[in-house]
C-alpha cells in the first residue's frame, strides 16, 4: 500500500508556494457556449475548439453533454475541470439511479447541485474554472440555467457565456421570444455563432447544436457555417488612404 | 582618455531619456497608464451614398453619469466629423486643434479637406503621445475621393473599415453590425441599422446610455440629428404639475410673459458651419 503524503507548505500567508495546491489559472479552455429555450424545449450550441493559451490545441472537443435523461450540460473555460464536473454528475446519477423508485434528476435539481459544487469551491479558493450552461425539460417544463465559477446562478430564457455575454446577447435580447419554432431557433443560434466567429479570436468554425426535449436528447454532427468575406471595402481597403491600413 | 560631454541637438526619432526614469518609478509601483475603454458606443458606417455616423449621449465619471445628453459627433471640416470615445477632454482637444489646422489648410490649399489628411493629422499626434492621449476615434467623411471611414486608436494605429465600432459598447453595437450589414444600403436602411447598434449599446452596455444622436454625410451635403432616437425618456413626472400646500396664503399673482422682456435673435446657422 502506498500513500500520498500531502504536500504540506505551511501557512498560505508566510510562505509562497502553499497555495500550489489552487487553480490558478485556465490552461486548456473552450469559449463560449449560446443556449435559448425554445416551443418544445432547449437548444444549445458551442463550438469544438479547445485553446491552449493562444494556440488551437484541440478542434474535436465536444463540451456539450447529456446527463441522465433530462438534462443537458454545457461548459465554457477549463477543460479538465469540464471532465471533473461530467464525473461528478456521472456518479450522482449513477446513485439516483440505483435508487430504482421511478424518480430521476430533473434539470432543476442538477442546477441546484452544480450551484453547490462550484460555490464551494469558489468558498476554499480553490475553484472549477468554468461557466456551465444547464439546460433540460421535465414533465412538459423546460428549464435553463448558468453557473460561474464563483457560483453565480441564474435561470433565464437565454443564456450565453464568455465571449457570447458580449457579442450573443444583445441579439438575443432583441430577437429571441416565447415559442421559437425548432428551425427559427437554430436559425437565432446560427446568427449569434457566426458573430462570434468573425469577432472571438477563439472561436473555430466546427459547430454543434445539441436539443433537449421531452422526448430525449439529439446532439447533432460537428458542421461549419458559411462566412462571407466578400465586401468590396475589404478588397481593396486602404485605396483612398494609401500607406494606412 | 577625453571626456566629450556634447549637447547633441535633437535628430528627429525617439528619445530615450527618460527610460531609466521610468523604470524606476514603475518599481516604485507607479502602475504605466493602460487602454482606457470607456463609457460609449461610437459607430459607422459607409452606405451608397456616403457615410453615417452614430453616438449614445453618455458621459460617465467611474460609476456616475456625469452628463446625460452630451455630444460625441465633434466637426472637423463641413464634409468630414469626428465620434470620440475615451477620456472626453482627449477626444475635444485633439478634434479640436486638427479641426483648426484643417481649416488653416483649406485657407491655404483653396480646396476641400480630405479624410486621410484629418487622419493623418490625428495619428501623427496621438502616436507621439504614446497612447497618453487616451482618445478612440471614428473619423469618417465625403471628399474628392470619395466615402471614407476609418478608426483611430489612442496609440495611433488606424483602420479604414466598411463599418466600425469603438467604445465600452462596441461589442454590443459590432454585433448588430455583422449579422446586419450589407452592402450598398440605402440612406434609410443605413440610419436604421446605425440606431439599432447605437440602442444595442445603450441598453446592453451600462457605460452607455440617453439618445441616439446621428450624422449623415454625402457628397456636397451633410446632415446632423442630434437625438434622432431618445428611447430612455423621463417617465412618472406626475401629470398634475406642482401645487402649493393648502395652507399657503396666495398674496398677488402677476405673470409677466419674457419675450417683452428679452429680445431672441435667431442667427443664422452660424453656430457650426464656415
Request: neutral net charge; hydrophobic residues 35%.
Amino acid at each position: 500500500m502506498t500513500f500520498t503524503i500531502p504536500i504540506d507548505n505551511g501557512d498560505a500567508v508566510k510562505n509562497a508556494e502553499a497555495d500550489s495546491q489552487r487553480t490558478l489559472y485556465p490552461y486548456v479552455t473552450g469559449t463560449s457556449i449560446v443556449a435559448i429555450k425554445y416551443k418544445d424545449g432547449v437548444l444549445m450550441a458551442s463550438d469544438m475548439g479547445g485553446s491552449y493559451g493562444s494556440t488551437l490545441r484541440y478542434k474535436n472537443i465536444e463540451r456539450i453533454k447529456a446527463i441522465g435523461k433530462h438534462s443537458l450540460l454545457g461548459a465554457s473555460g477549463e477543460i479538465s475541470d469540464f471532465q471533473e464536473i461530467l464525473r461528478y454528475l456521472d456518479e450522482l446519477i449513477l446513485n439516483d439511479n440505483m435508487w430504482d423508485d421511478g424518480n430521476s434528476l430533473g434539470p432543476k435539481e442538477v442546477h441546484n447541485y452544480l450551484t453547490r459544487v462550484m460555490y464551494n469551491r469558489r468558498n476554499k479558493f480553490n475553484p472549477l474554472w468554468n461557466t456551465l450552461v444547464l439546460g433540460g425539460v421535465k414533465k412538459g417544463k423546460s428549464y435553463l440555467g448558468m453557473v460561474s465559477m464563483i457560483g453565480v446562478s441564474f435561470e433565464d430564457n437565454h443564456v450565453a457565456t464568455g465571449f457570447g455575454n458580449h457579442l450573443a446577447r444583445p441579439i438575443l435580447r432583441d430577437e429571441w421570444h416565447a415559442d421559437l419554432s425548432f428551425e427559427d431557433g437554430v436559425k437565432l443560434l446560427e446568427k449569434c455563432m457566426r458573430v462570434l466567429l468573425y469577432r472571438d479570436r477563439s472561436a473555430i468554425n466546427k459547430f454543434q447544436i445539441a436539443k433537449i426535449t421531452e422526448e430525449g436528447v439529439t446532439i447533432s454532427q460537428p458542421y461549419s457555417l458559411t462566412t462571407f468575406w466578400e465586401f468590396q471595402a475589404f478588397h481593396n481597403p486602404t485605396a483612398g488612404a494609401q500607406g494606412s491600413w | 582618455m577625453s571626456q566629450s560631454s556634447v549637447d547633441l541637438p535633437p535628430k528627429g526619432g525617439f528619445s530615450f531619456d527618460l527610460c531609466k526614469r521610468n523604470d524606476m518609478l514603475t518599481q516604485k509601483g507607479l502602475k504605466a497608464p493602460s487602454f482606457l475603454k470607456t463609457g460609449t458606443t461610437i459607430v459607422g458606417l459607409i452606405f451608397q451614398d456616403g457615410v453615417i455616423l452614430g453616438a449614445d449621449t453618455r458621459a460617465t465619471e467611474g460609476p456616475i453619469v456625469a452628463d446625460k445628453n452630451c455630444e460625441k459627433i465633434h466637426y472637423m471640416a463641413p464634409n468630414i466629423y469626428c465620434c470620440g470615445a475615451g477620456t472626453a477632454a482627449d477626444t475635444e482637444a485633439v478634434t479640436d486643434m486638427v479641426s483648426s489646422q484643417l481649416r488653416l489648410h483649406r485657407y491655404q490649399t483653396g480646396r476641400d479637406s480630405r479624410v486621410i489628411t484629418a487622419l493623418t493629422l490625428l495619428k501623427k499626434h496621438l502616436f507621439s503621445y504614446q497612447g497618453h492621449v487616451s482618445a478612440a476615434l471614428v473619423l469618417g467623411g465625403v471628399d474628392i475621393s470619395g466615402p471614407h471611414l476609418h478608426t483611430i486608436y489612442p496609440h495611433g494605429s488606424t483602420d479604414t473599415l466598411p463599418f466600425a465600432t469603438m467604445g465600452s459598447g462596441s461589442l454590443a453595437a459590432m454585433s448588430v453590425f455583422e449579422a446586419k450589414y450589407k452592402e450598398g444600403l440605402t440612406r434609410d436602411e443605413g440610419i436604421k441599422l446605425v440606431a439599432e447598434a447605437i440602442c444595442s449599446g445603450i441598453f446592453n452596455d451600462l457605460g452607455s446610455g440617453s439618445n441616439v444622436d446621428i450624422c449623415v454625410i454625402t457628397k456636397g451635403h451633410k446632415e446632423y440629428l442630434r437625438n434622432y432616437m431618445e428611447p430612455n425618456p423621463r417617465t412618472y413626472v406626475s401629470s398634475k404639475g406642482y401645487t402649493f400646500t393648502k395652507k399657503t396664503e396666495v398674496l398677488l399673482t402677476k405673470i409677466t410673459p419674457l419675450s417683452e422682456r428679452v429680445k431672441v435673435v435667431e442667427v443664422a446657422g452660424e453656430a457650426m458651419e464656415e
